[in-house]
């Protein structure tokens, strides 16, 4: 071997590090693996916290989502001389467009039309139910359930047909519908395909029998303008879309639409979501704290008993920042296997505990990746004392020791 070739003297790359670090570790099985436990209860600790509370606040959003916080409806507003304003036919397919509504639809009242449950019924006996079309995904913007039969089908433009609110059904006497159950409805047979189940966020439209858009117009003489829209607005620009509504609606004349403030529900889920992050804010850096100060004490306690160790390779050559640096990935590999398994406990914890209370199962990514990255920070900046202590032993007084 030429000179050229031989390896540099002193010279100790990041896989002798990492072996060393290793065998340090396998040489104290049992204080590593109670130093490494009490990182983990930390870690799993933040991470069961975390994991818990975003299931809850899941669980909490989902049933505010039902109860519309981005919910926004707008309806005719008045002109100067106190006239009502109709909305343009194309409302929804306006507000559709918009990037921050996630989906919108209307109804719009055919007025003077009487919906009885047979052609024998007395004319004043309507039961004040009303005849309402539907624009838009209604369903999927109010959320709305059937309690039987089926939305709307492919046979709606051809032949009318009926979906009626749970009063309406009520009122006139069907529970169920089948494929032959019919109504009178201004003058004509029309087909039920369904009743819906009370509507929670639009409780005026129990009362209506609902009709699709696509027959209205020829059927029962719907002059296209919708009397009320239901917009799902951005969650996080619920307020920004309540001030665009009006002017995206009706260019032309934005005060001739009155739209709704957003539901009370948004700033209590708000006020919610910034209470939970102080909370995990706190327990986390509780968590990591303690964790630092458990891998401090090891490594410290782990130097004075290698004091001959350090002697020995310091008397066959080893410089300071060999040993330093040996100490430190000690550290880090210490911290990262306390982590690791802090994650597992506190997610399986998190899971096993949001499955038993029905939640979901909510474990953010940035929990996990944050655990882990300020388990090992904390391990550096806990382990550099250590590894600087050990670095800076004289080899005469560790021998001497051993």
Known sequence: MSRGDAPRAGRVTGGDLLRLGFFGLRTRP???????????????????????????????????????????????????????????????????RRDDVEAAAGVGRVADRKVYRTDRVPAAASGGIALDVVMGD????????LASGRWFGAAADEHPQVVLGATAAATLGLDDVDGDTRIWV???????????????????????????????????GFDGHPTQLFARADPQAVTAVRDLIAPAVNPVDPAGVTVSRPSDALAAQQATEASFTGLLLGIGGVALLVGGIGV???MVITV?????????????????????????????????????????????????????????????????????????????????YPASRAAHIPPTSALAAA
Do not use: C, K
């Open 186 to 220: 201004d003058g004509r047979w029309v087909a039920v395909v369904g009743v819906l189940r009370p509507l929670a966020l639009a409780p005026g439209l129990d009362s209506s029998a609902l009709v699709p858009a696509a027959s209205a117009d020829r059927e029962f």
């Open 30 to 96: 049992t204080r590593v693996v109670l130093s490494a436990l009490g990182i983990a209860i930390g870690i799993a600790a933040m991470i069961a916290v975390v994991g818990i509370s975003s299931s809850s606040q899941a669980s909490l959003a989902r049933v505010l989502d039902g109860l519309g916080t981005n919910l926004l409806q707008a309806t005719p507003g008045q002109d100067y001389s106190g006239e009502s304003v109709p909305l343009p036919e194309d409302a929804v397919a306006m507000l559709d």
């Open 304 to 384: 004075l008993e290698r004091r001959a160790e350090v002697g020995v390779r310091r008397a066959l050559g080893a410089r300071r920042r060999h040993i330093r640096d040996q100490f430190l990935v000690e550290s880090l590999l210490l911290s990262l296997l306390g982590g690791a398994a802090g994650v597992v406990i506190g997610a399986g914890v998190t899971a096993v505990f949001a499955v038993s209370q029905g939640w979901p199962v909510t474990i953010p990514t940035w929990a996990v990746g944050g655990g882990l990255g300020a388990t090992v920070l904390i391990g550096g900046v806990s382990g550099l």
């Open 138 to 145: 209604l369903p999927g913007v109010l959320r709305a359930e």
């Open 296 to 298: 401090a004490n090891t």
